[in-house]
Each structure stands twice: as structure tokens, then as C-alpha cells.
């Protein structure tokens, strides 16, 4: 996430990594079984759902990971709370998802993990200046160790746990209270994507880029088309896509020698740009690290909506 050029502070050092140290302590995972609040009808006629079809010239032959099964319509809206920002985040996926949050030593958080059912939903407050990532895994167990091992997705923070490798991760990515009473928030599929993602905002001055089903002005929320050079399988099935980079470990994907800074490192210039694996996927989200028109803002005291899931059909209700 950058911000006119300048990387945002709050997000240096933040990986969704297990290595990670924190000097809150390890929480456990909390159990959430609230479903969330199916959405109107009458709120999804308004939104724009046909996708665009950006251009694109990789491979879009593969079959769209498992995790990216169709969702279910819940929302629901979340709580303002002064002082701080609360960001609801919701299931709408057919599988239990294990989510994580990002513990900051500056702003700590009472609890960095949550395991959802299919349609819950939970809520997390962040303090304000408080900077960090949200993501999940899917296809978890506790090992005979106590371990938590899953197929997809990084491991948390001062988690017991067996992270897959590769670990391609979709991340929801925060620096509140960054700059001239702005939040910077964005999707990444930088590192690569195990489940798709969306943000909504609320309690705010500024108006949302996406509607409650997950759509821009430039698409909606898609499966990924994952070519099988970039796929991971477990059990035979596709669980998560990687990143170019780690797909193919190119000067060009990785961005660097004569691919090396912004200017030089342009998808569109590569053999194959297979950015646009995700783009037509997620045309909002960051798609390489350099996808910096993927950068939202939003000001006015703002909270936040996460959504695990793929845009609902029309008739959901």
C-alpha cells in the first residue's frame, strides 16, 4: 500500500507469517456462531453487477480454486464505537474459515483469531493508528501436537501452527488514522490468493468504491482462473493461486534487475501478464506490488466490512 509514493509506516514489518513476534501473547481462537443478517433484496437491485473484461493475455484455462464456492447473501452493518474502528468480518463461503488479524505492539488488539462458520460473522475493534492485515485460511485441524496445520493460508500471530508452503494469501490491508484524518485500506493478491475477499465502508463521510455485493464500477467479485502453473493442490483439489513471482521466479515477475522500481516493473510489458489473472478476478484489489490505483481511502471516523466470498448471484437475497 503506498500513499503518494510514501510507503504507509504503519504497514512495514506486517506479515501474515508465523515468525512474527508480539508482546500481547498468544491468543486462542474464538468460536463464532452468530450468523450474520441476510441482506434486502432491495439493496442488491441497485448495485452494478456485470463485470468488466479487462484485457488480459495469460492463461485463464484452470479451474477456480475450491475455496471460491459460491457465497451465501449475509452482510450485516458494523457498530461505531468512538474511539476506535470496528471492522465486521463475514463468512460468506460454504467452508469454516479460520481468520487472523495482525497483533501490533503500538496498537494491540484483545484477539488476533477468530474461526468462523459458514454465514458468521464476528467483530474486531482496532484503536485508532492502528496498521495491519486481516486474512483466513480454510481446510484447518489441530494436529496431534496442537498444532494448527491448514491447506491455505499464513499462519497467525504466535500461532502453534504448520504453514503450507507455498502460503498464497489474500490479505485485507490497513493504515488507519494515516494521514490528514485518512484510512488507507486495501485487497492484496500481491501475495498471491487462497479466498476471495472484499471491503465495505461505513459510518463515513466518504462514498464506497464497492457495493454490498462486492462490485466496482470496473467488475464484481469473481473465482480466480488460476493457470496450473500457478496453481496449489491439496488432496487433488485447488486450494490457493500463486503469485507470479513465486510461480515463476523471473526477473520480470519478481520485479527486479532490469525489472527492478516502479517504472520499470509493468505488467503489461511482460511475455505474458499474468497480473490480470487477478484483476479479472478482483479488478479492485492490488494484483502486483506496483498496483498502487488499488490503494482506497476513507475519512470520517470509518468502519469497515470484510467479506470472504464471491459476488451472490441476482437473486440473493
Known amino acids: 500500500m503506498v500513499v503518494s509514493g510514501v510507503l504507509v509506516a504503519a504497514l512495514v514489518g506486517c506479515s501474515g507469517g508465523a515468525d512474527q513476534s508480539t508482546s500481547a501473547g498468544s491468543a486462542p481462537i474464538v468460536e463464532a ?11 442488491a437491485a441497485g448495485d452494478k453487477s456485470a463485470p468488466a473484461s479487462p484485457r488480459s493475455s495469460a492463461s485463464s484455462t ?6 471460491a464456492s459460491p457465497s451465501a447473501a449475509v452482510g450485516g452493518k458494523p457498530t461505531n464505537t468512538a474511539g476506535h474502528h470496528t471492522v465486521l468480518i463475514v463468512n460468506a463461503t460454504q467452508q469454516t474459515l479460520w481468520v487472523a488479524a495482525t497483533q501490533q505492539k503500538e496498537h494491540p488488539i484483545a484477539r488476533t483469531r477468530w474461526k468462523l462458520a459458514p ?9 485508532r493508528g492502528w496498521g495491519g492485515r486481516i486474512w483466513a485460511r480454510a481446510g484447518c485441524h489441530t ?3 496442537g498444532r494448527n496445520v491448514c491447506q491455505s493460508g499464513y499462519c497467525a500471530d504466535s500461532e502453534a501452527c504448520v504453514q503450507p508452503n507455498p502460503a498464497p494469501t489474500t490479505l485485507a490491508e490497513f493504515a488507519l488514522d494515516a494521514w490528514a484524518g485518512l484510512d ?9 490468493a487462497n479466498l476471495p475477499m472484499w471491503i ?8 464506497d468504491p464497492l457495493s ?17 502453473a500457478m496453481r496449489v493442490n491439496s488432496g487433488g483439489t485447488v486450494v490457493a493461486c500463486k503469485n507470479p513471482c513465486t510461480a515463476f521466479n523471473t526477473d520480470a515477475t519478481c520485479c527486479r534487475g532490469d525489472w527492478a522500481g516502479r517504472e520499470k516493473c509493468v505488467p503489461s510489458r511482460w511475455p505474458v501478464d499474468y497480473t490480470q489473472v ?23 471516523g470509518c468502519d469497515y466490512r470484510v467479506t470472504f466470498g464471491l459476488t451472490p448471484g441476482k437473486g440473493a437475497t
Not at 456462531?33 to 439493496?43: R, V
Open 184 to 192: 488507507f485500506y486495501d485487497v492484496s493478491m500481491v501475495d498471491g
Open 200 to 207: 465495505n465502508v461505513f459510518h463515513t463521510v466518504t462514498k
Open 62 to 67: 484452470g479451474k477456480p480454486p475450491v475455496n
Open 212 to 228: 454490498s455485493r462486492g462490485c466496482s464500477a470496473a467488475g464484481c467479485t469473481r473465482p480466480i482462473a488460476c493457470p496450473s
Open 119 to 127: 454465514g458468521a460473522s464476528t467483530s474486531v475493534l482496532l484503536p
Open 278 to 300: 487477478f484483476k479479472k478476478a478482483e479488478p479492485f484489489a492490488y494484483s502486483y506490488a506496483f498496483d498502487d490505483s488499488a490503494t482506497m481511502s476513507c475519512k470520517g
Open 33 to 43: 456462531t452468530a450468523t450474520a443478517t441476510a441482506w434486502a433484496a432491495a439493496t
Open 143 to 145: 494436529d496431534g501436537s
